[in-house]
Nanobody, 115 residues
Framework: QVQLVESGGGLVQAGGSLRLSCAIS????????MGWYRQAPGTQRDLVAT???????NYKNSVKGRFTISRDNAKNTVYLQMNSLKPEDTAVYYC?????????WGQGTQVTVSA
């Protein structure tokens, strides 16, 4: 069972930055893809950004140019650098990994952006 632990969420003013971290219990080299999703109250969970084992990245249109997903293989950690945050970015952010036809989720970290 792969375990994921997110951290780095918090309260920030609009225009500010946060960096989310996702510590993964197994080597991320074995993961087919890793990503960040978010869910605001009353909405479905949506993809924010993903990165594949080959380093290919994909972003939700509304975060392109503001968010950057990256990984540190030595630390088995995936990051989401979030700049120029907007109130509409407020949500619980979840880390996700996909390996061998199975998906694993973290417990989520709250990001709140005040106007």
């Amino acid at each position: 069972q792969v375990q994921l632990v997110e951290s780095g969420g918090g309260l920030v003013q609009a225009g500010g930055s946060l960096r989310l971290s996702c510590a993964i219990s197994e080597t991320i080299v074995s993961m087919n893809s890793m990503g960040w999703y978010r869910q605001a109250p009353g909405t479905q969970r949506d993809l924010v950004a993903t990165i594949t084992s080959g380093g290919y990245t994909n972003y939700k249109n509304s975060v392109k140019g503001r968010f950057t997903i990256s990984r540190d293989n030595a630390k088995n950690t995936v990051y989401l650098q979030m700049n120029s945050l907007k109130p509409e970015d407020t949500a619980v952010y979840y880390c996700n990994v996909y390996r061998r036809f199975q998906t694993y989720w973290g417990q989520g970290t709250q990001v709140t952006v005040s106007a």
